[in-house]
């Protein structure tokens, strides 16, 4: 099990950018796929990046590709995003989340990941 912590998010313009943290517990970080989710209000939650173990590949949704970059400091057990050039449809809740698998596209799948944070609000205003 791993014990996973967001931070970073907040109040942007759009055209800003932000970048959310994720602290994981355990000795065993390096191990594990990490993905980004959201959760946007009366929305399901939808996949936005995941990143291998190693950090050496990442996958993204096509909604965010060019913007976003997901990585990830095994030293730190800590997972980031940058966000770029946000849009207000950029508007949500971000988890991050662990599982033990890297396969694409099966990695934009929320089912596959058994651990999950508690989330952090970003906004992003017109």
């Known amino acids: 099990q791993v014990q996973l912590v967001e931070s970073g998010g907040g109040l942007v313009q759009a055209g800003g950018s932000l970048r959310l943290s994720c602290a994981a517990s355990?000795?065993?970080?390096?191990?594990?796929?990490m993905g980004w989710f959201r959760q946007a209000p009366g929305k399901e939650r939808e996949f936005v990046a995941a990143i291998s173990g190693t950090g050496g590949s990442a996958y993204y949704a096509d909604s965010v590709k060019g913007r976003f970059t997901i990585s990830r400091d095994n030293a730190e057990n800590t997972v980031y995003l940058q966000m770029n050039s946000l849009k207000p449809e950029d508007t949500a809740v971000y988890y991050c989340a662990a599982t033990p698998v890297y396969i694409e596209p099966v990695i934009s799948s929320a089912v596959v990941y058994g651990n999950w944070g508690q989330g952090t609000q970003v906004t992003v205003s017109s």
């Open positions: 355990g000795r065993t970080f390096s191990s594990y796929t």
